[in-house]
């Protein structure tokens, strides 16, 4: 009976009804959103059984504080020696040319250890784990088993060709396997170190995973790996000096990969929008409340109970925040599917469940959850102030206006206060992140990308000569470079804001070597002529690498500026010799510095060979076009074909479509803490004038009586807005602080602006102190023209 009274209440006042829901689905449907991702990716049981137990270790450089792989030798002597590991694997990144029946394809993978499953306690859903010492074996993920195989139930010991070689396929890992840290991979081999690789420890391209013994925690472990590192620095102090250990659990690290400090600091916004949402709802039961006294008295009269009228009015508020719920949902599912569009394929293997994010049953509970907690508690302060009255007033007619209580007033003015507190600790988090995205995609990235295309290959072993990779690159080359609409075409063994990079020492002759662990590190890309002119790296002196570079030729380098100022400082070093990959070069050239993995990316060393001296089997074709590149990629993938019928070609994609990936993450971020400032700055603009707007209806017998003595429309003018805007100050003082605090959890989001920055504090304080203004001089303009007879005859 009490629920069918509430409905037709609440269909008597359809406008009430309508913004009531339409403001907490929009604080709930916000909420709801985030929080999907939050279940989906922090929350669902993780695939690997004990995984507290399972720590990467990483090494570190001790001076520059840089995390770094691990060498084989490092790595061997931690599995021997650390006593403190059940089982210790380890990963290096590949891809492989897959070919066959279908066309070729690459795909990428892990070479991994014998080990490797067994240490993250993952067993094959169908065949075995890899035994130690066996080659030319493969195991496949479910995707690519399913995708590429069609689930043939007869894969195993099937051979396939990896990389032109016969392969034989002994297991299949569980559906939706993900290695977090090391990111896509639907192929693994067996990790087979040469006799030389067990004894390196300058090269380091190992990621150690370790399954920690009972009883040992990461910090006990740090203990312990610190101390052997230590060791090994005194052991071998020409390569391990100055290298440091770090042991991270892998909850940790997917948490970091996943950007899940972002999503936290969504969440505590969206948390703030709904409570803003909830508080201008609470403001509207409380204002419509005033105008039903009348009724809750008549029922008083005839005998009914206080609390059943408070248990009506809560009935009617929970329906409210029921039907917003519901509403949220809808605005959670088109907010999800956004952020999924948004998000690039790229991220997706970095990400727990491969970036998959439902609004499942969990999910709906907790939506459930919030409605039901909100409406109870922004539901219970109305219901009490529109049921506190003297009843005999009421009935004589001596308040028709519905006056509100001195308490309910000062509730509604707390109300108020702390969403113009919330609104300025959301807007200063929207402006840091909106002012850091902008520096961010304005930075000097040191390259052009527009309208160059790239294309990634891994030539396989069957190029097992220098000669015949130069062969298969210049065949490239010479049939791309006479395509109608190819400005210019190139090779480079990678190209900036790809996944692949490759670092070496560099020295520099006739500069005594530095000491062990100090000895520079350099980012080395062999590429072909033409390559700088493609990407239009500026040339600040001498050549870049031309023709005449041949393989028979002086070997040639060019620099950039950040090794130029940082070692030939006020000198020029065209001319100079260093040695790179242990062989002596001429610096030819020098080019600006590049922004290789990220536009935030700090200036590092970077040294251009000649890949014709340099020849690499990991390749990118760069083609600078004239016009729209699009067409000119199925081009591309045809010449390749022609040159090598079973040589794949990763996605090709232009350079402008990579630093928008790079970029994505912090651009969802903007916009999202954007849209929720602008929500945030309208939801306290209509709370604001919601509230002086019922103050002015209250108080217009008393305005009546103060124009009747001679107050002139510019004192009630003032009286009005003065009143509002010591409440909208004392809000927006408290609100300055707590941003304060709140913007220090944004510092590992922004770039090149600090979480403290005063012009992000000064101009969201005077936005919202204008918005302000203006939702308080609305109600105080009408309340300076009321009449004094009509308002004095009125009551």
């Not at 210049?474 to 470079?481: G, H, I, N, T, Y």
């Not at 040339?539 to 070692?567: C, H, K, M, Q, W």
């Not at 990991?618 to 090598?644: C, F, H, M, N």
Request: hydrophobic share 45%; aromatic share 8%; net charge positive.
């Amino acid at each position: 009976m009490e629920l069918k009274y509430a409905f037709r209440q609440l269909f008597k006042s359809p406008g009430f009804a309508i913004v009531a829901i339409l403001t907490l689905a929009l604080g709930i449907g916000a909420n709801t959103a985030i929080f999907s991702f939050i279940s989906s990716w922090m929350l669902k049981p993780s695939p690997f059984p004990n995984i507290d137990r399972l720590v990467l270790l990483l090494e570190t450089n001790k001076r520059t504080g840089s995390e770094n792989f691990t060498a084989p030798a490092d790595y061997l002597d931690w599995r021997d020696q650390a006593g403190i590991f059940e089982e210790l694997a380890a990963a290096t990144g590949n891809s492989y040319n897959l070919t066959g029946s279908d066309d070729p394809v690459k795909v990428p993978g892990l070479e991994v250890s014998a080990n490797f499953f067994r240490t993250l306690g993952v067993k094959p859903a169908l065949g075995r784990e890899f035994t130690e010492s066996e080659e030319n074996v493969v195991i496949l993920t479910h995707e690519l088993w399913r995708d590429r195989f069609g689930s043939d139930p007869n894969i195993l010991r099937r051979s396939i060709t990896v990389d032109g070689l016969p392969t034989t396929v002994v297991g299949v890992v569980p559906e939706n396997f993900q290695y977090i840290p090391m990111g896509a991979a639907d192929m693994f081999t067996p990790l087979t170190l040469t006799p030389q690789q067990k004894t390196m420890r300058d090269s380091a391209f190992l990621q150690p995973v370790g399954r920690l013994k009972p009883g040992i925690d990461p910090a006990r472990a740090t203990a312990a790996m610190t101390a052997l590192q230590t060791s090994l620095e005194r052991a071998y102090p020409l390569t391990n000096t100055n290298r440091g250990i770090l042991v991270r659990t892998l909850t940790e690290e997917i948490n970091l990969q996943a950007g899940n400090n972002a999503i936290e600091v969504v969440y505590a916004i969206v948390c703030f929008v709904l409570l803003m949402a909830c508080a201008n709802v609470a403001n509207l039961i409380m204002s419509r409340s005033s105008g039903r006294r009348k009724e809750m008295a008549v029922r008083l009269a005839l005998g009914a109970p206080r609390w059943r009228l408070i248990r009506q009015l809560l009935i009617e508020t929970l329906i409210l925040f029921g039907a917003g719920a519901a509403g949220g949902i809808l605005f959670a599912k088109w907010g999800v599917a956004w952020l999924m569009r948004a998000i690039p394929a790229r991220s997706l293997p970095y990400i727990p469940h491969h970036g998959r994010v439902e609004i499942d049953p969990p999910v709906l509970l907790f939506t459930l959850g919030i409605a039901l907690l909100n409406g109870l508690i922004f539901g219970l302060a109305p219901a009490l102030e529109g049921t506190r009255f003297d009843v005999n007033s009421i009935l004589k007619d001596a308040a028709s206006r519905g006056s509100s209580s001195a308490a309910g007033g000062r509730f509604r003015k707390i109300l108020v206060a702390g969403e113009m507190a919330l609104a300025v600790m959301v807007v200063v988090c929207g402006a840091l992140l909106v002012d850091s995205f902008v520096r961010l995609v304005n930075v000097d990235l040191g390259f052009n990308g527009e309208r160059v295309l790239v294309a990634e290959m891994q030539l396989p072993p069957s190029y097992k000569t220098p000669a015949s990779i130069r062969q298969f690159s210049d065949a490239v080359l010479e049939r791309l470079q006479p395509i109608r609409g190819v400005d210019r075409a190139s090779i480079g063994q990678y190209t900036p804001m790809s996944e692949s990079g490759n670092m070496g020492p560099i020295y520099f002759e006739g500069h005594p070597d530095p000491p062990p662990g100090q000895v520079p590190r350099v980012r080395l890309n062999a590429v072909s002529p033409g390559y700088l002119e493609s990407l239009s790296i500026a040339l600040t002196a001498g050549r870049t690498i031309s023709r005449d570079d041949s393989p028979d030729a002086t070997r040639a380098v060019v620099i950039n500026e950040t090794i130029a100022n940082r070692y030939y400082p006020g000198e020029n070093p065209v001319g100079k010799r260093v040695r790179v990959q242990k062989k002596s070069a001429t610096i030819v050239g020098v080019v600006k510095p590049v922004k290789y993995y990220r536009p935030d990316s700090p200036p590092e060393n970077q040294i251009y060979l000649a890949f014709a001296q340099n020849p690499v089997s990991e390749l990118t074709v760069v083609v600078r076009t004239s016009g729209d590149p699009a067409p000119i990629a199925q081009q591309i993938r045809a010449v390749v074909r022609e040159v090598d019928p079973n040589q794949p070609v990763s996605a090709i994609t232009t350079i402008a479509a990579r630093v928008a990936d790079r970029t994505a993450p912090d651009k969802i971020l903007t916009e999202m803490t954007g849209f929720f400032g602008l929500l945030a700055l309208f939801l306290a603009a209509i709370g604001l004038y919601g509230v002086m707007a019922h103050s002015v209806v209250q108080r217009t017998r008393e305005i009546g009586v103060r124009v009747a003595l001679g107050a002139q429309s510019r004192d009630v003018l003032g009286m009005v807005i003065r009143q509002g805007m010591t409440l909208v100050l004392s809000g927006m003082a408290l609100g300055l602080v707590g941003a304060f605090f709140l913007a220090k959890a944004l510092a590992s989001l922004l770039y090149g602006i600090k979480p403290g920055d005063p012009v992000a504090f000064f101009s969201t304080f005077a936005i919202l102190a204008a918005v302000a203004l203006l939702a308080c001089w609305i109600p105080a303009r009408r309340a300076s023209r009321v009449d004094p007879l009509v308002a004095l005859r009125y009551e």
